[in-house]
Every structure is written in C-alpha cells, then in structure tokens.
C-alpha cells in the first residue's frame, strides 16, 4: 500500500537523477504528457521491489541468526557483517530484474537502449549492502542503549535518513547506467555525472523524494506495530 502511494515520488526522484530538472518542472511536463497515469509507469516493477526485500530480509534473517546463533555471534560486529551481506546478496539476487524494470518503465523515453542487469548491479549491491548495514547497526545499538519503542523508533529514522543519503549517489549510477550507450563503472560514472553537472552536490538529486518516502515507510511500520499490538 505505501509503495503504491509513494510511487510518484519514486517516477519524479528517478527523473531529476536523470536530467536535473526540478520537480515541479517534472510534474508539469509529464502531466500535460501523460497525466495522472504517466507517474505510475513503474508501479508494478515498484511494488515487487519492495514485496521482494522484505521476502529476501526474512529468509537472510532466519539463516544467519539460525548459524549465528550456534556460536553466540547474533549482535556482534561479527555477526552484524555476516547479516547485512546475506541479507544483501540475497536482496540483489531477488530484486535485480524488477529494478532494472521499475527504472526502465519510470524513465521511459530517456531510455538509449534496453535496460541490462549487468549495467547496474554492482551499484545496487553496494547501495543495498550499506544500508543494510546501517538498518543492522541501528538495531544493534537500539538494543545494546536500551532505547525502548519510541526511542528505537527516533534513532532508526535517524539512521536511516542518514545512510539514505550516504547511498544516494549508487541508486543515481543504477538511474543513469540503466539503458545507457555507455558501460561506466561507478566511480567513472560519478565522474561523468560531477563533470556534465558542473560539481559533485549532483550525486545527491532525489534526496528530498528519498527523504520523505523513508519517512512513509516508517510511519507505517510503526502503526501497524501499534495496530498489532493492541
């Protein structure tokens, strides 16, 4: 349900990545184009995405923790590393083609050529990874400070804020590798990205759309928590 509503939010973070545009300049555009229905091009490829990742967390979750667990290794430094590339590895593996879908679909005439897997997966094992591990690390320490609920709540958004950012300028490398002419690795296209934009502020496009669908995500995690609670 949250995908299906902050999926014009993910069409306009992907286009800016893309192009530079301003959002309202976006919106405008696409709207007299296509209308309502042009921002919703990539739902479906959107919404397996994230069914996807929470399927490939739960069964990364109940391996590792199950080995780890024999040895004792579950919250440690150890234990968090093994987790958050298990849980990485199997996220990418699960989701890779419905990614190349979603950023094909949602750029559309952008396109140069076909999208191709090979074109942005390492980007998106990289972005995946260091999230995990920042969602991984959060827990950890949610649990070591005894935060409680409401605590745990404010330090994950806050963590999460911060290495949504951090991974921002892998998911624009996968936006613009994704049906280009050329084969760049990430730190070529990062350079090519900075040079055409005239600085490297550019690896950050998106990060108020990026900002606020995380923040969609965990105000509904939160009050299913609390629906499910009572």
């Known amino acids: 349900m949250v995908a299906i509503l902050v999926n014009p939010l993910q069409f306009l973070k992907i286009i800016r990545q893309e192009t530079g545009e301003k959002y309202g300049e976006i919106a405008k555009r696409n709207y007299e184009k296509g209308g309502i229905r042009i921002f919703y ?22 391996f590792s923790i199950k080995w780890l667990s024999v040895y004792q290794y579950e919250l440690t430094a150890v234990g968090i590393i093994v987790r958050a590339f ?12 419905s990614e190349v879908s979603q950023i094909a679909k949602n750029k559309g005439e952008l396109m140069k050529k076909d999208g191709e897997v090979s074109s942005i997966i390492t980007s998106i094992f990289v972005r995946n990874t260091i999230n995990w591990f920042g969602s991984l690390w959060s827990i950890y320490f949610i649990h070591k400070l005894s935060l409680g609920d409401f605590g745990g709540f404010v330090f994950s958004f806050v963590v999460g804020i911060i290495f949504a950012i951090l991974t921002l300028p892998f998911d624009i490398v996968a936006t613009h590798n994704c049906g280009s002419l050329e084969k760049l690795s990430i730190l070529q296209r990062l350079k090519k990205i900075a040079f055409e934009s005239g600085g490297y502020s550019a690896m950050y496009r998106g990060s108020i759309m990026r900002i606020i669908m995380m923040t969609c995500y965990s105000v509904s995690i939160v009050l299913v928590s609390v629906y499910l609670m009572k």
Do not use: D
């Not at 479906?44 to 990364?60: D, H, P």
């Not at 298990?86 to 083609?97: G, N, Y």
């Open 41 to 62: 091009r990539g739902l479906r490829a959107y919404v397996e995405i994230q069914f996807l990742v929470n399927v490939a967390f739960a069964f990364s979750e109940f």
């Open 86 to 97: 298990s849980a990485s590895i199997l996220e990418t593996l699960m989701t890779i083609k």
